[in-house]
């Protein structure tokens, strides 16, 4: 079966700390997204990744693709990154399988 | 525009009525999809279209959902006979080509309540 998981489910941190949400995934994967969702709903793209490392700003995406594992890191952390992450991967197809998304919390 | 734009961004209905969600792609954006959020979960894949086709309707929920595509541009999400359990924000999002190696953009979304 198609897996996505994420963890952690919640994690709340300081302003300015070193943050790492992680996604892990079942099978071989063709692309992986990472998304931002605010308290509103917006959704947002921060990266898709087949391999190796992407960043942008303070935000660092790295994929390793033998260990089907994914992290998403947040340097000097703000209130203002506080949303849900949400890792999704295309295994293969067209269609995305979500993640059940980290929700962060960076308290000043 | 420049983003996805969808409408109505709210809509109330009764049991049993017939609804339509709108979506409108990025201009140039060959591939669209339709996600489904229902509160407190994550997000369910519906359906996507390539250019005006639509290769992959296995997350359609039931035989009540249909959705199109004109002109490779704005597509209607359609609900029949709506049930309690269709209560959720339906999403979409249209990207340069089907490729997983393309960005999704997203639009704002259709919270739609069914009493």
């Known amino acids: 079966k198609n897996e996505v998981e994420q963890s952690p489910q919640n994690l709340t941190a300081q302003e300015g700390e070193f943050i790492t949400i992680n996604c892990s995934y079942s099978v071989g994967i063709s692309a992986l997204h990472w998304l931002q969702q605010h308290p509103g709903g917006g959704i947002v793209s921060l990266f898709m990744l087949s391999s190796g490392k992407k960043k942008h700003g303070r935000l660092i995406a790295t994929i390793n693709i033998q260990e089907k594992h994914s992290s998403l890191h947040i340097t000097a952390s703000h209130p203002r990154d506080s949303a849900v992450y949400i890792c999704?991967?295309?295994?293969?197809?067209?269609?995305?399988?979500f993640g059940t998304g980290t929700r962060l919390t960076i308290i000043p | 525009g420049a983003g996805v734009s969808q409408s109505p961004s709210n809509k109330v209905t009764e049991k049993g009525k017939d609804v339509e969600l709108r979506c409108d792609p990025i201009s140039g954006h060959t591939a669209l999809y339709w996600y489904r959020q229902r509160l407190g979960q994550g997000l369910e894949f519906l359906i996507y279209f390539q250019g005006n086709s639509a290769p992959d309707k296995s997350g359609l929920p039931s035989d009540r959902f249909s959705a199109e595509r004109t002109g490779e541009s704005v597509s209607t999400l359609t609900i029949q006979r709506t049930q309690q359990e269709d209560s959720a924000v339906y999403l979409c999002?249209?990207?340069?080509?089907?490729?997983?190696?393309?960005?999704?953009?997203f639009g704002p979304g259709t919270r739609l309540t069914v009493l």
């Open positions: 999704a991967v295309h295994f293969g197809n067209e269609k995305l399988t």
């Open positions: 999002a249209s990207s340069l080509a089907t490729s997983g190696l393309y960005e999704q953009f």
